[in-house]
C-alpha cells in the first residue's frame, strides 16, 4: 500500500519548501512553510507549480524557495505533490508581481494569476527546454529615428545597455511600428531583453510585421491556451529575448530585460478590468526602475502620467524635430470657423456644416476619407422629442437606444423593448435622437454622396486595412482601419461628446483619440475637427502639439489636487460596507477623504461590483463611492493600510463586499 503524504519521509536537503498559496484573502497574503518530502526532493524546485492541503483543502501554489529550518513553531504539513517540476515564476517577475501587489493594496495571489497562464501539459512537453544563451544579430540601422533630435543617443544607449528612458512623443504617420521594431532590434544585439506592450491585436500586428528582422514572439490571448502558454515557456526557458503583446505582456519572463516599449500609453485598454487593477504604464515602469533597464513609453498623444515621469526627472523627452513635424503633419481645422460663421450662421448648430462636407468632397478625389464618430449603434441616445428630456427605461432607469433604422428603442442597461414608450416628465410619446451613432452616420453620408462606398469599422466589425480607393471609412475610435498611403482626409465628428464626458480625462482622452485618427492620415491632408477651436485639446490638435496640452494637464490637476499629482484610492460598495471600511482604515495623517457619495444603483452580484448595469432579475443596491487621495511620497503608506483594513474584514469574513482601486483610471 503507498505511504500517503504524512508518512513520507521528508528530504535530507533543504528540508522546508516556502510556498505562496494562491488564495486572494489579504489577510493570508503571505508565505507558507511546508516539508518536502523525499519522493518529491528533485522535483520541488523553486518557481514550480505545486498542491498542497490548505485549512482542509487541496489548493495550488507556487514553491518559492527551499530553506533548512523554517520559523513556524508548529507542526508543518507536507507537500501534496508538484504539479509540474517547470520553473514558471522567476526570482524577477515573482519581486515584481510582490511589488505591483504592495502599489495596487492588492494580494499576490492575484498578481500572479495576471503574470502566469494557466498551465498546458501537452505544450510544457512539446517546448524544448532553452540553454540560456544569447543569439544577438546586427544592430540595425537608425532609419526614422534620425527624425528625432535625439533619437540616435537613444540607440546609442541601447546598445551600451544604459537605463535611458524616454517620454516619446512619435511623429505623425505610419512609421511608430519601425521605430519600435529598430529600439528592440538594437536591445537584442547587445544581448539583453525586450518586452513591448501595445493595446490590442491589430496594433500587435503592426508591430509583428515591423519586427520581421528580429527573433521574437508574440502573446495575446487570440492564440488559445496551447499555444500561448508554449510560446511563454520559449520565453520563460531563454529561446526568445523579444517579446510584444498585449496587456498581459507586461509580465512576460524575459531574461536579463533591457528595454520596456508601451504605445499608446493612455488607452484604457492597458488598465487591466481585474484585481488589483494595475496599469501597464505604472508596471513596466516599475520594471523598468527595478531592473536598471531603458523604457520607451508614449504615442501621438501624450497623458499626464507621462509627463508628471518627466517632471520627476525618470525620463526624458523624445520628440520630432520641427521641421519634419511640419513635412508629415495633417493640415487640422476646427469647424466651423469664423469665415464658415459669417457665410452660414447655422453652421454652428448643424451636425455636419458645409466646411466638413467640402473638405470630404475633395479628399474624395485623391483616396479614402476616414470619419471617426464617438459613438457606436444607430441612435446611441434618444430624447423626448418635445421637452428634451433623456428617454429612460421604464423597468431599471437605464438610457434608451435605438439600433437602427425603423426599429424599437431598448434599454442599454437591462434590454428592455419601449414599445409604448411615452415622457413621464411630459407625457409626449414622440423621440428625437440625442447622440448619433457610427451607422446612422453611415447613412447619413450615404445619402450625402451617392455612389461613394461606405465602410464602417467599430463593435464586433473592426477593419484591419481598407485599400487606396475612394471611400468613406466610418469607425469608432479606436477601430479606425489602416489605408496603404494613407487617408486622403479626415472628419472627426460630434467633438462635445468627448469633451462633454463627466471625466477628469476627456480632454486628454479627446485629444488622444483625435490625434490618433489624424496621424492615419497623409501629409497635409485635410482634418476637419467639429469643436470649439478656443479649447486647448482643440488648439494642440490643430498645432500638433501634445506635449504643452499635457503640461497644462498636469499643472491644473496638481492646483486640484488629481492624479497625478497625487495617489488617489477609489473605494465603492454598499453604503454601510464603505463607512464600515473608511472608518476602519489606518489613514497616514496627511490622507483626506472626499464622500462618500452615491455611485449609481446596479446589481449586488459579483460581489457588488460597479461597473455592472442592473437587469430585471437583480435586486438593486445602492452604490457609494468614498475617494482618498494623498501626496505621492506617501502612496506606498495609503496602500498599506487599504490592505490592513482589507485584512481585517476578510479576517472577520464580512460579507459586503467593497471595491479599492488604486490610481483608478477614471475619477468622474
Known amino acids: 500500500m503507498p505511504k500517503g503524504p504524512k508518512d513520507q519521509a521528508v528530504s535530507e536537503l533543504l528540508p522546508v519548501a516556502r510556498v505562496a498559496v494562491d488564495i486572494s484573502l489579504a489577510h493570508l497574503d503571505r508565505p507558507f512553510d511546508y516539508l518536502v518530502p523525499a519522493a518529491l526532493a528533485d522535483a520541488a524546485v523553486p518557481g514550480c507549480r505545486v498542491r498542497v492541503r490548505f485549512a482542509g483543502q487541496l489548493v495550488d501554489g507556487y514553491l518559492l524557495e527551499r530553506t533548512p529550518t523554517s520559523e513556524h513553531q508548529g507542526r508543518l504539513a507536507r507537500l501534496e505533490r508538484v504539479i509540474s517540476p517547470e520553473p514558471v515564476l522567476t526570482p524577477e517577475i515573482f519581486d515584481l508581481a510582490r511589488a505591483v501587489a504592495d502599489r495596487y493594496a492588492g494580494t499576490l495571489a492575484d498578481v500572479l494569476r495576471l503574470a502566469i497562464p494557466p498551465r498546458h501539459?501537452?505544450?510544457?512537453?512539446?517546448?524544448?527546454?532553452?540553454?540560456?544563451?544569447?543569439?544577438?544579430?546586427?544592430?540595425?540601422?537608425?532609419?526614422?529615428?534620425?527624425?528625432?533630435?535625439?533619437?540616435?543617443?537613444?540607440?546609442?544607449?541601447?546598445?551600451?545597455?544604459?537605463?535611458?528612458?524616454?517620454?516619446?512623443?512619435?511623429?505623425?504617420?505610419?512609421?511608430?511600428?519601425?521605430?519600435?521594431?529598430?529600439?528592440?532590434?538594437?536591445?537584442?544585439?547587445?544581448?539583453?531583453?525586450?518586452?513591448?506592450?501595445?493595446?490590442?491585436?491589430?496594433?500587435?500586428?503592426?508591430?509583428?510585421?515591423?519586427?520581421?528582422?528580429?527573433?521574437?514572439?508574440?502573446?495575446?490571448?487570440?492564440?488559445?491556451?496551447?499555444?500561448?502558454?508554449?510560446?511563454?515557456?520559449?520565453?520563460?526557458?531563454?529561446?526568445?529575448?523579444?517579446?510584444?503583446?498585449?496587456?498581459?505582456?507586461?509580465?512576460?519572463?524575459?531574461?536579463?530585460?533591457?528595454?520596456?516599449?508601451?504605445?499608446?500609453?493612455?488607452?484604457?485598454?492597458?488598465?487591466?478590468?481585474?484585481?488589483?487593477?494595475?496599469?501597464?504604464?505604472?508596471?513596466?515602469?516599475?520594471?523598468?526602475?527595478?531592473?536598471?533597464?531603458?523604457?520607451?513609453?508614449?504615442?501621438?498623444?501624450?497623458?499626464?502620467?507621462?509627463?508628471?515621469?518627466?517632471?520627476?526627472?525618470?525620463?526624458?523627452?523624445?520628440?520630432?524635430?520641427?521641421?519634419?513635424?511640419?513635412?508629415?503633419?495633417?493640415?487640422?481645422?476646427?469647424?466651423?470657423?469664423?469665415?464658415?460663421?459669417?457665410?452660414?450662421?447655422?453652421?454652428?448648430?448643424?451636425?455636419?456644416?458645409?466646411?466638413?462636407?467640402?473638405?470630404?468632397?475633395?479628399?474624395?478625389?485623391?483616396?479614402?476619407?476616414?470619419?471617426?464618430?464617438?459613438?457606436?449603434?444607430?441612435?446611441?441616445?434618444?430624447?423626448?422629442?418635445?421637452?428634451?428630456?433623456?428617454?429612460?427605461?421604464?423597468?431599471?432607469?437605464?438610457?434608451?437606444?435605438?439600433?437602427?433604422?425603423?426599429?424599437?428603442?431598448?434599454?442599454?442597461?437591462?434590454?428592455?423593448?419601449?414599445?409604448?414608450?411615452?415622457?413621464?416628465?411630459?407625457?409626449?410619446?414622440?423621440?428625437?435622437?440625442?447622440?448619433?451613432?457610427?451607422?446612422?452616420?453611415?447613412?447619413?453620408?450615404?445619402?450625402?454622396?451617392?455612389?461613394?462606398?461606405?465602410?464602417?469599422?467599430?463593435?464586433?466589425?473592426?477593419?484591419?486595412?481598407?485599400?487606396?480607393?475612394?471611400?468613406?471609412?466610418?469607425?469608432?475610435?479606436?477601430?479606425?482601419?489602416?489605408?496603404?498611403?494613407?487617408?486622403?482626409?479626415?472628419?472627426?465628428?460630434?467633438?462635445?461628446?468627448l469633451l462633454g464626458r463627466p471625466s477628469l480625462r476627456a480632454a486628454e482622452e479627446a485629444l488622444r483619440r483625435w490625434m490618433n485618427a489624424a496621424a492615419l492620415v497623409r501629409p497635409a491632408g485635410p482634418v476637419v475637427v467639429l469643436a470649439e477651436a478656443s479649447l486647448p485639446a482643440v488648439q494642440a490638435l490643430i498645432r500638433w502639439d501634445p506635449v504643452n496640452f499635457s503640461e497644462r494637464e498636469l499643472a491644473e490637476r496638481a492646483e486640484l489636487g488629481f492624479p497625478p499629482a497625487v495617489r488617489m484610492a477609489s473605494v465603492t460598495g454598499a453604503s454601510e460596507a464603505v463607512a464600515d471600511f473608511v472608518g476602519s482604515v489606518g489613514l497616514p495623517g496627511q490622507a483626506e477623504v472626499l464622500g462618500p457619495v452615491p455611485a449609481g444603483t446596479f446589481p449586488a452580484r459579483n460581489g457588488g461590483h460597479p461597473q455592472q448595469p442592473a437587469g430585471p432579475k437583480d435586486p438593486p443596491e445602492p452604490q457609494e463611492r468614498a475617494l482618498i487621495r494623498i501626496s505621492r511620497r506617501e502612496g506606498l503608506a495609503l496602500a498599506r493600510a487599504l490592505h490592513a483594513a482589507q485584512a481585517t474584514r476578510s479576517a472577520r469574513k464580512d460579507g459586503a463586499a467593497v471595491r479599492v482601486q488604486l490610481d483608478p483610471a477614471e475619477v468622474a
Open 121 to 497: 501539459a501537452t505544450a510544457e512537453r512539446e517546448t524544448p527546454a532553452g540553454d540560456g544563451s544569447k543569439h544577438a544579430g546586427s544592430r540595425p540601422a537608425a532609419g526614422p529615428w534620425v527624425r528625432y533630435p535625439a533619437g540616435e543617443a537613444f540607440l546609442a544607449g541601447l546598445a551600451d545597455g544604459r537605463p535611458v528612458r524616454a517620454a516619446w512623443s512619435a511623429l505623425p504617420g505610419p512609421q511608430w511600428p519601425a521605430e519600435i521594431a529598430i529600439a528592440a532590434g538594437t536591445t537584442a544585439a547587445a544581448g539583453r531583453g525586450v518586452v513591448i506592450v501595445v493595446p490590442d491585436a491589430r496594433d500587435l500586428e503592426r508591430v509583428d510585421a515591423a519586427l520581421a528582422g528580429v527573433s521574437h514572439v508574440c502573446l495575446s490571448a487570440d492564440l488559445g491556451p496551447a499555444e500561448r502558454y508554449r510560446r511563454w515557456l520559449a520565453v520563460r526557458r531563454g529561446l526568445v529575448s523579444v517579446v510584444a503583446g498585449t496587456r498581459a505582456a507586461m509580465f512576460a519572463p524575459v531574461a536579463d530585460l533591457g528595454l520596456v516599449v508601451l504605445w499608446d500609453d493612455g488607452d484604457d485598454l492597458h488598465a487591466e478590468p481585474r484585481a488589483p487593477y494595475p496599469n501597464a504604464r505604472e508596471v513596466l515602469a516599475l520594471r523598468a526602475h527595478r531592473a536598471g533597464a531603458a523604457a520607451l513609453i508614449g504615442g501621438f498623444a501624450r497623458t499626464a502620467e507621462l509627463t508628471q515621469l518627466v517632471a520627476a526627472g525618470w525620463a526624458r523627452p523624445l520628440t520630432g524635430r520641427p521641421e519634419v513635424l511640419r513635412q508629415v503633419a495633417p493640415l487640422v481645422r476646427a469647424a466651423p470657423d469664423e469665415a464658415e460663421l459669417a457665410r452660414d450662421a447655422a453652421a454652428m448648430t448643424a451636425r455636419l456644416p458645409s466646411m466638413a462636407l467640402r473638405a470630404a468632397r475633395s479628399a474624395l478625389a485623391r483616396g479614402p476619407v476616414l470619419v471617426q464618430v464617438p459613438r457606436r449603434g444607430y441612435l446611441a441616445a434618444v430624447a423626448c422629442d418635445r421637452c428634451r428630456a433623456q428617454a429612460r427605461c421604464a423597468t431599471c432607469g437605464g438610457p434608451l437606444e435605438i439600433a437602427g433604422a425603423r426599429e424599437i428603442p431598448d434599454c442599454r442597461w437591462c434590454g428592455a423593448m419601449a414599445t409604448d414608450w411615452t415622457c413621464s416628465r411630459c407625457g409626449s410619446g414622440r423621440l428625437r435622437a440625442l447622440v448619433t451613432g457610427a451607422a446612422r452616420t453611415a447613412e447619413e453620408l450615404g445619402r450625402a454622396f451617392p455612389g461613394v462606398p461606405v465602410r464602417t469599422s467599430g463593435g464586433q466589425h473592426v477593419l484591419a486595412t481598407v485599400t487606396a480607393e475612394p471611400a468613406l471609412v466610418i469607425a469608432t475610435p479606436g477601430a479606425e482601419p489602416v489605408a496603404p498611403e494613407g487617408y486622403a482626409g479626415a472628419l472627426l465628428l460630434d467633438g462635445w461628446a
